[in-house]
């Protein structure tokens, strides 16, 4: 079986240094708008809005914000493992008959961005959960959860992970391709950090929708994982094969000729 070294994808139009800046910039401008509401929030002003709101939205019932943060929860997950079929697509060609490489990168960059986007929701509704409030270095400081540590701080873990592949995005050419490579398996472990996180840690785990849910993804990514570990394997042994098929061409070439 003759598998063809991964080559770099081609561009069919020239891709604007621009668009890195701008994901990057759009993401901080969400982050520091979510910042600057809650500052708000604390004015007079801020303070008579939210009674507004409150009296329309009812946003003091107890339950309301316990069911945003769990909704934005399944959310980046699902949004973390499109993401990661996505990558691993990239890595091993799988979708290449289906969709276009330039498209699928593409897509599988912004997924990640978006799902820090709904872990960021996550957490932060955390924060003003009347029921079980967090503080916030209970939030970023991993195993001081006060519900379930263990499985929280794994899911912090994987987070943070998440967030350094992503970063890469921005800098494979200042650490070159093969260092953006290997940080990039860290994602499979962020992954997992995440599915343990929801399975173990998730308020919703027991039920049969979620447990299909999370087993279904998993095995997905299970699969693709090792499609892409079978192919590499495949490449690496006929790159040898070609090695010692040159290096025999290059002996005979070289031999002495018999009279």
Excluded at 11 to 20: H, K, L, V
Excluded at 59 to 65: A, E, N
Excluded at 181 to 203: C, E, W
């Amino acid at each position: 079986m003759s598998i063809e070294l991964q080559k770099p994808v081609k561009r069919t139009q020239p891709i604007s240094p621009w668009r890195g800046i701008i994901s990057v910039f759009a993401t901080l401008f969400i982050l520091l708008l979510i910042l600057f509401g809650a500052l708000f929030s604390l004015t007079p002003t801020g303070q008579s809005a939210g009674n507004w709101l409150n009296w329309f939205f009812a946003l003091d019932s107890i339950q309301l914000w316990w069911y945003v943060t769990r909704a934005s929860g399944i959310i980046a997950y699902l949004l973390l493992w499109l993401s990661m079929l996505l990558g691993l697509g990239v890595t091993s060609k799988f979708f290449d008959r289906l969709l276009d490489r330039v498209f699928t990168y593409d897509f599988h960059q912004f997924i990640s961005l978006l799902s820090i986007a709904f872990v960021v929701l996550h957490v932060a509704v955390l924060m003003v959960d009347r029921y079980m409030p967090y503080s916030i270095w209970q939030i970023l400081v991993p195993f001081i959860s006060p519900y379930r540590p263990f499985w929280v701080g794994v899911g912090v873990i994987g987070f943070y992970l998440t967030l350094l592949v992503t970063v890469t995005f921005y800098l494979r050419k200042r650490i070159g391709m093969h260092a953006f490579r290997v940080i990039h398996v860290l994602s499979l472990v962020g992954y997992v950090g995440a599915t343990l996180h929801g399975i173990y840690a998730g308020t919703d785990s027991p039920l049969p929708a979620m447990q299909f849910l999370y087993k279904g993804t998993a095995l997905a990514v299970i699969f693709l994982t090792v499609f892409w570990l079978v192919l590499l394997a495949l490449r690496k042994l006929e790159a040898r094969q070609a090695a010692l098929e040159a290096a025999r061409l290059n002996r005979r070439r070289h031999a002495p000729a018999r009279y």
